[in-house]
């Protein structure tokens, strides 16, 4: 999960902050908090084979609500999987909406925390642990909610679809299974992207909607030569021609781009940027071909990955012994391709830039694949809008790109129209999704069950 409102935040300040809250003031809100404490406990991390345990704690969860037994089930994938639970709705027939999350956590280390990440603690306001907000507040605010709606016997339209992967941090092999055994769904809403934003005084500020995601690349640039000793070098050096080349690609700024999204969400967020980096949103809004403006806003990091595919050197390796010739050197490029870009096209320019037929450039496959953008979809607007209005009235919503990647990708590289309608409301500077003492408000359960309820009555 990413929420990308730094800007608006710093622009909203008001002094007055409210009052940490230590415990949801819900029962619904009180059984999302119990799900996520319990589910940090659960390491499901790469390799720790805890993703079915989680999930079959899900599944007793679910089946106590009222879910029958036979509509909750794991698809068990080495050692990881997927959980699916099926809400059964009037029309059978109709294509289902699912509601998407993920289970497992990136790796954490205990020596490193302040608390450690896989024992839940409530202090100051705040849930901590591995995967409190990325992604089990997600999943554990979605499973609470279709709980709530169970026992109130309420039944939608046509049948919801909770899908909760188990390697979503990872490969995307269970998000890749579950979302062609999905693949005629209607829509999919998801727990892991988009959200709100909140003022230094913890009032919300800003929604965001996410409809599309950059399309992730790693590309491998490996150079060979027979070394020898240092002492005799000659014209060539493995570790000097890649790094020449690298240089090459740093430098390398990819020609400005624009879709529906980033337009909408850049003339949006220019309302709340004074000076000239909220002038040059604007700009680049009305004119996608204003380069000057494009700069501009490429020189502020929270934005430039909203204009154009970035490609970035993240790793060098070469050489063998300190007193011998390097006889290998190999680089990681990492690029955030604009969706509607195809990876052929950036490996293309990758080689063109590398210039040295010697230098192989090879894209490594690590499950991601190239997905467009989502239309942006009246009915959704509506529903995310009206949810956000009972969250904060006159709460301004933006449609969103995501820099980085999600499940949405796989259903997206289906056809099958995807948003991140994330529940989560917090500060920009309270948001260490990956990092240390990742955190999630307490405060943001009780209308977080609020938010979701209203979208699934209005999008099931």
């Not at 591995?130 to 709980?147: E, I, P």
């Not at 990091?301 to 007193?323: D, E, K, L, S, W």
């Not at 995501?402 to 289906?414: I, N, V, Y």
Request: some cysteine; glycine content about 10%; aromatic content about 6%.
């Amino acid at each position: 999960m990413r929420i990308m409102f730094a800007a608006l935040a710093a622009s909203a300040l008001i002094p007055t902050a409210l009052p940490a809250q230590d415990a949801p003031g819900t029962p619904a809100g009180a059984e999302a908090l119990a799900l996520l404490t319990k589910g940090i406990a659960f390491r499901t991390v790469e390799g720790q084979g805890q993703v079915p345990a989680y999930a079959a704690y899900l599944k007793q969860q679910l089946v106590s609500a009222g879910f029958a037994d036979a509509d909750v089930s794991f698809v068990a994938m080495g050692d990881t999987g997927y959980l699916t639970a099926r809400y059964p709705g009037r029309d059978r027939k109709a294509r289902p909406t699912v509601v998407l999350g993920h289970m497992d956590v990136v790796q954490a280390d205990p020596k490193d925390w302040t608390r450690d990440p896989f024992t839940p603690v409530i202090e100051g306001g705040y849930v901590f642990g591995r995967g409190s907000l990325d992604n089990k507040a997600g999943v554990s605010m979605v499973v609470a909610t279709l709980m709530k709606l169970k026992r109130e016997k309420w039944v939608p339209q046509r049948d919801l679809v909770l899908v909760l992967t188990g390697d979503e941090e990872t490969t995307m092999k269970t998000t890749k299974a579950a979302a062609a055994a999905f693949k005629g769904a209607g829509l999919v809403l998801n727990a892991d992207a988009g959200g709100g934003a909140l003022g230094e005084d913890g009032r919300p500020i800003a929604y965001g909607l996410q409809a599309a995601e950059k399309v992730y690349g790693d590309w491998h640039l490996t150079i060979t030569d027979p070394g020898g000793h240092s002492s005799r070098p000659g014209p060539r050096n493995a570790i000097a021609s890649l790094a020449a080349a690298i240089t090459r690609i740093a430098a390398y700024r990819f020609a400005p781009q624009q879709n529906e999204i980033t337009k909408a969400s850049l003339a949006g967020t220019a309302a709340g940027i004074a000076g000239p980096l909220g002038a040059a949103m604007k700009a680049f809004a009305a004119d996608p071909g204003d380069t000057a403006a494009a700069d501009l806003i490429s020189a502020d990091p929270r934005y430039v990955g909203q204009i154009r595919t970035t490609c970035v050197p993240t790793m060098f390796n070469g050489g063998h012994a300190p007193n011998a010739l390097p006889q290998r050197a190999m680089a990681n490029v990492n690029c955030r391709i604009f969706p509607g870009t195809p990876r052929a096209a950036i490996e293309k320019t990758l080689v063109e830039l590398v210039a040295d037929p010697t230098i192989t450039v090879e894209l490594f496959d690590n499950g991601t694949i190239e997905a467009g953008a989502s239309p942006l979809d009246p009915r959704v607007m509506t529903a995310v809008k009206a949810a956000a209005a009972k969250r904060a009235p006159g709460l301004q919503v933006l449609p969103l790109q995501e820099p980085g990647a999600t499940d949405s990708m796989h259903f997206r590289a289906l056809g099958i129209p995807s948003f991140g309608v994330g529940g989560v409301f917090m500060k920009p500077g309270d948001i260490f999704a990956h990092g240390l003492n990742e955190r999630v408000p307490v405060a943001t359960f009780d209308p977080g069950i609020v938010w979701w309820e209203g979208l699934l009555k209005a999008l099931g």
